[in-house]
């Protein structure tokens, strides 16, 4: 029999939910709207939008390249490493005021394709829709560099004046080796980083075409080496976790479902492993165009796009069968100790069980939001952790975006199930301890969030080691399907955030819908239950049930 927690308890969550509600709107939602400082610099405001970004940039290439765009792609591209400086050195609102309009840190990349077989990155202010830097790559037949350096150097500072440059800050400029004038002009400076122009010329019949012309601010480079080590710490632990989440937990939940298949059946999780699989493959089909913004300017075609597309997702099926038999291994080790923790639907006041779940998960969630707005306060203090923009990761690369929020029940359905239900049944079987394993699994969980734009890397274990084990002990004294809920809407929530600051009638609707998703899922299984024969609770509740030991 299913029991439910005591009415005195519903008070206190209550209480501490809107407490925390409080204090996350407080640490985080006043300050996001106040300016950029507390987060990524991600552009906010009204946007020109994707396709009319893509129609100003194959305009400007044609025109400037004298020649016939064959095809194009547009992406959101962000400067990552001179808006994390900015954001450590609480500089972004300065550079905001001065240079954002000219240099903006968050622009559209369009990737154009040109009949001569040259192929051309357009990069647009996400707002204004101006053309602020571009880049010709591979000129075709009929197109000749120019090689004299004094004809250069000229030429650069020309140009450069029509950029709105003054003459007698050009002074500090060279010729790299691929034939472009490097320009260091005096006078812009954001901190310790430096404004960088890159101009470069090539010849079209009597024609002189700017090829190139990037200018950027570039943080020093003390700071772009400690990121560039911290990334690669952080993404040698994600793969540590990753390893565990997709291969070794599949060997081990294969082979303690066949130690206790007598105490489960293979039935359970079928469906929920084939939605999460099926929802999680979408998902990862729709990010494609983070992984085209993560490669700069590297030139993809469509072919090798839609390769790694379909490689990544063909990835997700192992993921999928260790999230299956994760259900089937857990079940059957905590059935086998008495500790029925996954309820099923046949058992007395399940359809309850979920409504009650659903509801208390609300409430845990809104505590999480303020307990992680804590961490993540007390963390910047002490450590003075920062976070930064990530194109991977935008809302903009995504392709159908008001899908997004199902990962947050992807993620809530496949962690759940992997290292807290299969994870801390599997450590407690071999340590015989119940913190000890909620704490491997935790840790484990934590390691593959460590490469999110946050730094240092390890403000992201820190932080959610102490979420991973509230979770856990939601998962032990509540039931996995209180810790899904509690995961789904959490995640849900943060998502809805993104959904909203991107803007759009479709975008906000799709947050709000997302937002309440979970009352109706459980209002629909609990009258489901109802109808199949299932009896209501009774009135009187009891306390729930002791974490074992």
């Known amino acids: 029999m299913i029991e439910f927690i005591a009415p005195r308890e519903w008070k206190k969550f209550v209480w501490a939910a809107v407490i925390s509600a409080v204090v996350f709107i407080f640490l985080q939602i006043i300050p996001m709207l106040g300016g950029p400082e507390s987060g990524t610099s991600e552009s906010q405001g009204n946007v020109i939008g994707n396709e009319a970004a893509l129609q100003k940039a194959t305009e400007f290439a044609a025109k400037q390249f004298g020649v016939n765009v064959t095809d194009a792609h547009t992406v959101y591209q962000t400067d990552s490493n001179e808006t994390g400086y900015l954001i450590k050195e ?6 905001a005021t001065k240079y954002m309009q000219q240099f903006p840190l968050d622009t559209y990349q369009t990737q154009v394709t040109l009949d001569n077989g040259s192929t051309a990155f357009v990069y647009l202010h996400m707002q204004s829709g101006s053309v602020v830097a571009w880049n010709l790559i591979g000129a075709g037949s009929g197109m000749n560099t120019i090689k004299e350096q004094k004809q250069l150097l000229d030429a650069a500072a020309s140009f450069a004046t029509t950029q709105g440059f003054q003459a007698k800050d050009l002074n500090d400029a060279a010729v790299n080796s691929l034939g472009q004038v490097v320009i260091h002009p005096t006078g812009y400076a954001a901190g310790s ?28 480079a003390d700071y772009v080496a400690n990121i560039e080590q911290q990334k690669s710490t952080a993404d040698a632990l994600s793969l540590i976790s990753l390893i565990y989440m997709t291969f070794i937990t599949l060997v081990l939940a294969i082979i303690y479902a066949i130690l206790y298949r007598r105490h489960t059946t293979f039935k359970r999780g079928i469906a929920i492993s084939l939605i999460f699989t099926g929802f999680y493959i979408i998902n990862n089909l729709g990010i494609m165009d983070g992984v085209i913004a993560q490669q700069g300017e590297q030139v993809m075609g469509d072919a090798q796009v839609s390769f790694m597309a379909w490689f990544t997702a063909l990835l997700l099926i192992p993921v999928g069968a260790a999230v299956y038999f994760s259900f089937v291994a857990g079940d059957g080790m905590w059935r086998s100790w008495k ?5 099923g639907f046949r058992e007395k006041n399940y359809g309850e069980h979920v409504w009650r779940s659903m509801g208390l998960g609300y409430l845990i969630a809104l505590i999480l939001l303020g307990v992680q707005s ?10 003075g952790s920062w976070s930064t923009s990530d194109a991977t990761q935008s809302p903009y690369n995504i392709k159908w975006l008001w899908l997004m929020p199902m990962l947050a029940w992807c993620a809530a359905i496949s962690e759940e199930a992997i290292y807290r239900f299969f994870g801390i049944a599997l450590f407690r079987r071999w340590f015989k301890n119940i913190y000890v394993a909620a704490l491997i699994p935790t840790i484990l969980w934590a390691l593959g969030h460590v490469s999110y734009p946050i730094f240092p890397y390890y403000t992201r274990l820190i932080e959610l080691i102490i979420i991973g084990m509230i979770f856990s002990y939601i998962f032990l004294r509540y039931s996995l399907i209180t810790a899904i809920f509690v995961h789904a809407i959490f995640d849900s ?8 600051s991107v803007g759009g009638a479709l975008n906000i609707g799709a947050a ?16 489901w239950h109802r109808k199949k024969g299932g009896t209501p609770p009774q009135l009187t509740a009891t306390p729930p049930p002791q974490v074992p030991q």
């Open 374 to 383: 804590v961490i993540f306060l007390v963390l910047e203090t002490a450590i």
């Open 512 to 527: 709000i819908f997302y937002a309440v998703l979970p009352v109706p899922i459980a209002y629909i299984i609990r009258l």
């Open 493 to 500: 929530l943060l998502m809805g955030f993104s959904l909203i």
């Open 339 to 343: 500790r029925p923790i996954w309820p």
């Open 193 to 220: 980083s430096q404004l960088e122009l890159r101009v470069g010329f090539i010849e079209h019949g009597d024609k002189t075409i700017i090829s190139t012309y990037k200018p950027a601010f570039v943080p020093p």
């Open 90 to 95: 609480k500089l972004y609102e300065d550079y």
